[in-house]
Every structure is written in C-alpha cells, then in structure tokens.
C-alpha cells in the first residue's frame, strides 16, 4: 500500500514493510517510522522526518529535505545529496552512510557501520566506542571521537582507521585494517590478513 504525506499533513508511529511505499512531500513531515526489507520511503524537497529507522532499505534526502535522528540497522542505508541535512544519524554493523559534497550530517554515530564523506560535505561526530564484532563481507569507518576494541576483521572485511583509535583487534585471511589519519594499538595480524599503514596512520605494538 502507499502513505503519502502532503503539505501540512503530519504522519506519526507508522511502519513500511515490503511491497509498501511511503511519500513524505513538501511542507509534510513524519515522526516515528520503520521502513523495513522491502518497504520504500521518499522525501521531497521541503520535506522533514523525525525519528526513523531503515532496516535493510535505503533512504535519498535529497536537497532542501531533512532528517532527525536516524537509525540504520541491518544493511540499511542513507544518502545525503548536495542540499540536504541529516541530524543525528546511528549507523550500525553492515550499514552504510554516504555524504555528498554538498550535503551536511551533524552528530554522527559511528556503531560498526561505514561512513563515507565526499570532499566539500559538512561532518560532524558524536564519541562512541564499539566492540565484540566480526566484520566479514561489509566495512566499518572510524573518524574523530570513535574507538573500535577487540572487533574481528575476517574475509572481505574491512575496518578503516581514518581517525579515532582501534585498539586489540585482529585481522584474520584476506580480512584488512586500514588505518589513515588515525591509530591502531595491539592489533593481532593471524596468517594473510592486512594491516595497512598509509600516511598520517600509526600503528603501535603490533
């Protein structure tokens, strides 16, 4: 079924499974939503929502949308074009978090999720520490202000160290830590991992 929020509407505590589409259009707004597998929500220009969390779906905001306090759970996944904000966004294990140049998303969480931020987009980062992961087949970031302890790199696995600190993690087969522009204390390296030092990485007691 479809939801479709216009102008002066407001939609609150509503949840989207697969096959249903959710529209929230110019001057509409909604609060409290779940978009699950399947399910589909869009935000126009001019639109606002509060309190939503994507589990495994994806969400634009486009230019001239917003967004407040976001979850991604799952593979769930928001984009932040050119014009659009995002406030206040969790990303959890095998999610993702893409900021466009352009775009601007304040009080990042980074939870075992990636993040990845175009040049010219406007960041920031709330402190967080994570642990106790086993990162195969997806990516996490860490940036200033998030610390990674005793997580688990393993095939197809990716921890990149772009600030903020990794401490007693291990990288096993064909799993990789990068680190670039942050640190990486007593990292366990087991037979055809990868950890990979570029510049302005540390990498101590390995």
Not at 1 to 22: E, K, P, Q
Not at 132 to 137: F, N, V
Not at 172 to 180: E, F, I, K, Q, R
Not at 193 to 199: E, P
């Amino acid at each position: 079924g479809n939801l479709n929020v216009d102008a002066g509407g407001i939609a609150n505590n509503n949840t989207v499974n697969s096959g249903g589409y959710f529209r929230i259009y110019s001057g509409g707004s909604a609060n409290n939503t779940t978009v699950n597998y399947g399910g589909k929500i869009y935000i126009s220009s001019g639109g606002f929502i509060n309190s939503t969390m994507l589990s495994d779906t994806s969400l634009d905001i486009v230019a001239g949308a917003v967004a407040n306090n976001t979850t991604l759970t799952g593979w769930g996944a928001l984009s932040v074009s050119s014009g659009g904000v995002a406030n206040g966004v969790t990303g959890n294990s095998g999610t993702n978090l893409y900021v466009s140049s352009g775009g601007t998303a304040t009080a990042i969480k980074e939870n075992g999720g990636y993040v990845y931020v175009a040049d010219g987009a406007k960041v920031t980062f709330v402190a967080n520490t994570f642990s106790g992961l086993e990162l195969s087949y997806e990516s996490a970031t860490l940036h200033s202000g998030t610390t990674a302890n005793s997580n688990t790199i393993k095939t197809n696995g990716y921890l990149y160290v772009y600030g903020g600190t990794a401490n007693s993690n291990t990288v096993n087969a064909d799993g990789a830590l990068n680190v670039s522009g942050g640190t990486a204390n007593d990292t366990t390296v087991n037979c055809d991992g990868n950890l990979n030092v570029d510049a302005g990485g540390i990498a101590n007691n390995t």
